[in-house]
């Protein structure tokens, strides 16, 4: 065992001991009370120095030091260098020089989401935690893998859903589904807002520093795009690019709002099933969906402008009649309606008669506890989250949002995309994962891996 790997282990007993008090924020020790020692702090490797890179690291930052980083922009590993090391963590332009390091034991994975399974599952089979943003794959199929090493390896994975630490708001309502405040729930609404759409974008020389050929990584070989848009105000909304940032409204590396804001609210609908013990997995899944681009066999025809849906309407069915409506209104948040009541919830609020009847009949002390798996939920949001995750990886415990469960639900996400590219409706076979019935279709689960960036099983 390493030395790093040693002091990380030693800080168990204290772990342990600060799990046994109650969930509320003012634990008398934190886990940063318990790293607050220069020994305890834990060294970590990040892959993607990105935008949520630097509010994750910020999040962390009270136990950890980012000791190497790995971008494939050097300008962005410069900067962020710089900002949150104080520019002294090794830059590397392959992720995998981090993986092959043995004083290193946790990493943040803050990559497109293209490019999150391939590090992911390598990072598992050296031997790493991780930290990986959300949506966790592109695929159903990837999904299949991560869970099998995860439980191979059995490493530690957070997936960044950080709506699942929120004390006051999601973990708040989960625990008043889970305590049968709602009863039986038959119908639950997400609504994840709208995705852009995009001029034709021009081919545009690659940035200096930008290896365009790495960032495409296992997606298909294209131009790198990119417009200063003068229709519009504002620099960041004037920029559309098929790269940073932007991304997210390209089929071929994200499944757009579906996935990109799905992840966080159809976690949310997903998980209030699971506590209320109520089958998970759907049955069918039917709906509209606006492209604005063409779309041919699921693919794409025109290739210079963003591609994923625009607007949509997916209704998803469970066993017993309960049914899913994924919506693309603005009303940003989760309606969960059961036969005793409903519940709305969103970033900013809580709210329905069975919030309200809390005043007189709170919920049990242990509420919260028993929906957070029975950790202490120490800070907020973000910062519980990786809390959450970093305590976990000390006591070798699964953290809030690990890869089975978010799966579960991200399969439904994935699978609205698939509906939605094709067109038509769905039957999914939830303990098969296979789509029934449909070979098209069914070969979505999986995409193909430009050669040169295939996952390096060992
Ligand atoms: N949890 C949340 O609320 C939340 C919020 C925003 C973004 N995200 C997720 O975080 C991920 C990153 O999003 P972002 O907005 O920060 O994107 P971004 O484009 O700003 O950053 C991604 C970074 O990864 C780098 N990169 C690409 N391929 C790489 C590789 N092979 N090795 C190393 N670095 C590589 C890019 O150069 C870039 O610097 C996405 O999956 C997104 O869905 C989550």
Known sequence: MNESRRRFLSTCTGGLA????????????TLADETRAKNDRIALGLIGSGSIANANIDSAKAW????????????????????????????YDDYRRILERTDIDVIHVATPDHWHTKPVVEAMLAGKDVYCEKPLTLTIDEGKLIRRVQRETGRIVQVGTQQRSTFDLFTKAMAIVAEGRLGRITQIQAAIGSAP???????AEVPRGLDWDRWLG????????????????????????????????????????????????????????????????????????????????????????????TSFFFNVDF??????????????????????????????????????????????????AKVYKNMPLEHRER?????????????????????????????VCHLAGIAGRLGRSLRWDDDAERIVGDDQADAMLARPYRKGYEIELG
């Open 18 to 29: 600060a799990a046994a008090v109650p969930y509320f924020m003012s634990a008398p020790r």
């Open 64 to 91: 950890i030091d980012v000791v190497a980083i790995a971008d494939v922009d050097a300008s962005r590993a410069a900067g962020f260098n710089e900002k949150h090391a104080g520019g002294k963590a090794d830059v």
């Open 197 to 203: 759409s995009s001029p034709s974008i021009p081919v």
């Open 218 to 309: 296992p997606a298909p070989a294209c131009d790198y795009r990119f417009l200063d848009d003068p229709e519009v105000e504002g620099k960041k909304d004037r920029e559309k690019t098929n790269c940073h940032h932007e991304f997210r409204w390209w089929y071929e590396y994200s499944g757009g709002k579906l996935t990109d804001w799905g992840a966080h609210h159809v976690d949310i609908a997903i998980w209030a099933l699971a506590l209320n013990g109520q089958v998970a997995g759907p049955t069918a899944i039917g709906g509209t969906a606006v492209h604005p681009v063409t779309f041919r066999n699921g693919e794409p025809v025109e290739k210079d402008r963003y591609n994923t849906a």
């Open 319 to 368: 066993p017993g009649g309960t049914k899913l409506f994924i919506r693309d209104d603005s009303a940003n948040g989760v309606l969960i309606e059961g036969e005793k009541g409903r519940i709305f919830v969103s970033r900013g609020k809580l709210a329905g008669a069975p919030v309200d009847a809390l005043k007189d009949d709170p919920l049990p002390e242990d509420a919260i």
């Open 383 to 411: 910062k519980a989250h990786w809390a959450n995750f970093l305590r976990c990886a000390k006591e070798r415990k699964e953290p809030i949002s690990d890869v089975h469960s978010h799966m579960k639900m991200l399969n």
